[in-house]
């Protein structure tokens, strides 16, 4: 992220079920998991009803009695929980408070209703209870059923005048690592998630007149009876987001055989102006750090206040950056976001507990896009003025400086910006000096091959870091995380 500044289908949930006991077995091993969810999206009614079929791999190394899933929803049910600062609220509820949620109808193993709970400070966590327990290796097809609520905030999840901006929306299993299952709540700061890469085969019906922007690439758009179906794949990616608008324009572009997108309801000039940021940022990245490994990048106007996010094949963008007086800033929150696809994206990690991880290298990343296309000169007078300076005056008037804490250890905005994405890229620009252009640029690209798809520690990096400068550079980074 970058801070600036009722319709019941029955006949498809019908059909599904019917699947669901054909499709059900202990399949043979996939590496990843894969979602398949169809559903269908109401706009007078702010919802979503869905089913949906996660077959989850255990590659947990034992025994698994249970699936944990995070519902992050349900943190906008209540006042206390919404993942916003009391002083955000106005911005993130311009109408004024109203709950999201999802509601669970069931969940079934085998075509048999099995039992789940709802736990966590937030309610976002999902516990499905397998009954019997799944072996390492093997995989097992959970179905469930849900409605979703979309909240009337223009933060990550709701829905504004323009846009609904559906992120962070359906059951996604939570990361069993060597520390076992990440069960963080919905955290009020950063970018509060933790997911592995999976397969995506995605259905949604849309009233005709809705466009569909979206993670993935949609194979097939049918019309019938008013209504649009969107049929949608995506693979590798660590999670499924869409942006849905009966009021988008759509603009196109391609770039080293990837299609670019400009989703945008402002005037053309800007939406046409945002088209050009992401390709230039997408060719930039992609030759600098490696290939972008999917077919489309979604550059999504929305009715979000927070400057922008990053979503895998898809940024939304602060509709409040498409004015003249903005471009600069929407070059940059764009380069920023577009560089998250790498970092985030195909690179993942833990942003709960290493937030600084994926933002450091990609507020550095955005300093060397700006090197790229407009020079040294200047992309130090950006580092130096938006970055360095702010941070050096943070330092010289705060106590606490570590970096690798979790979210729950950061104040708020000001320390958490200060020392995962300033420090951070400060740091970076000390290592390119260190150890010279060339190498650095090595670092990024192996660190990117070594880590594709995976989840990446602080400890990698280094890793990859000391290797190819062939000198041990964990002093370095102590000097500079802890
Ligand atoms: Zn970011």
């Known amino acids: 992220m970058l801070k600036k500044r009722k319709y019941v289908f029955a006949v498809v949930v019908l059909a599904i079920l019917v699947f669901s006991l054909l499709a059900y077995q ?128 223009e933060g990550r999840f709701g829905h504004g005048k323009y846009t609904y901006n559906i992120t962070n929306w359906y059951p996604i299993a939570c990361v069993y690592d060597e520390k076992g299952w990440h069960k963080d709540a919905y955290w009020i700061l950063g970018d509060p998630f933790y997911s592995d890469v999976g397969d995506y085969r995605v259905s949604i019906k849309t009233p005709a007149s809705f466009i569909v922007a979206s993670t993935g690439d949609i194979k097939k758009e049918a019309v019938r009876g008013g209504y649009k179906t969107w049929s949608i794949v995506a693979k590798n990616v660590r999670d499924f987001a869409m942006v849905v608008s009966d009021k988008f324009k759509i603009a196109s572009d391609k770039v080293n055989g990837i299609t670019v997108y400009s989703y945008y309801f402002s005037e053309d000039e800007f939406g046409k102006r945002a088209l050009r940021y992401g390709r230039d940022a997408l060719k930039f990245f992609s030759d600098y750090i490696g290939p972008y490994p999917y077919h489309q990048f979604s550059v999504v106007q929305a009715d979000f206040y927070v400057g922008g996010m990053e979503y895998p094949n898809l940024v939304m963008i602060d509709k409040g950056l498409y004015t003249k007086s903005n471009v600069f800033n929407m070059e940059y929150v764009i380069a920023h976001e577009t560089a998250h696809q790498w970092w985030y994206g195909v690179v993942g990690n833990d942003e709960v507990n290493e937030a600084w991880l994926d933002e450091g290298l990609t507020e550095y990343s955005t300093i060397m896009y700006l090197e790229g296309y407009y020079g040294k000169s200047v992309a130090d007078n950006v580092f130096s003025k938006a970055i360095e300076k702010p941070f050096e005056e943070f330092m010289a008037s705060s106590k606490d400086t570590n970096t690798l804490k979790p979210l729950s250890q950061f104040k708020g905005w000001e320390d958490y910006t200060n020392l995962t994405y300033n420090k951070g890229a400060v740091m970076y620009s000390h290592l390119r000096k260190l150890v010279g252009d060339k190498v650095f640029n090595q670092i990024l690209r192996k660190y990117y091959n070594d880590y594709k798809y995976k989840n990446a520690t602080t400890q990698n990096l280094i890793d990859v870091a000391t290797q190819v400068y062939g000198k041990d550079l964990g002093g370095f980074f102590q000097e500079w995380l802890y």
């Open 26 to 153: 202990n399949l043979s091993v996939p590496h990843k998991n894969l979602y398949e969810i169809t559903a269908s999206f109401d706009p007078a009614q702010k919802t979503i009803t869905a089913v949906q079929k996660t077959v989850y791999v255990n590659t947990s190394g034992r025994s698994l009695k249970e699936v944990i899933f995070h519902i992050y929803p349900n943190a906008f049910r209540d006042e206390k929980t919404a993942p916003f600062f009391p002083s955000e609220f106005s911005k993130a509820y311009p109408s004024g408070f109203s709950p999201g949620g999802i509601d669970i109808q069931w969940v079934k193993v085998g075509g048999r209703s099995i039992p789940f709970t709802i736990e966590g400070r937030d309610k976002t966590i999902l516990k499905v209870d397998l009954l019997k327990p799944l072996k390492s290796g093997r995989s097992i097809a959970v179905f469930m059923s849900y409605t979703i609520k979309i909240p009337p905030s």
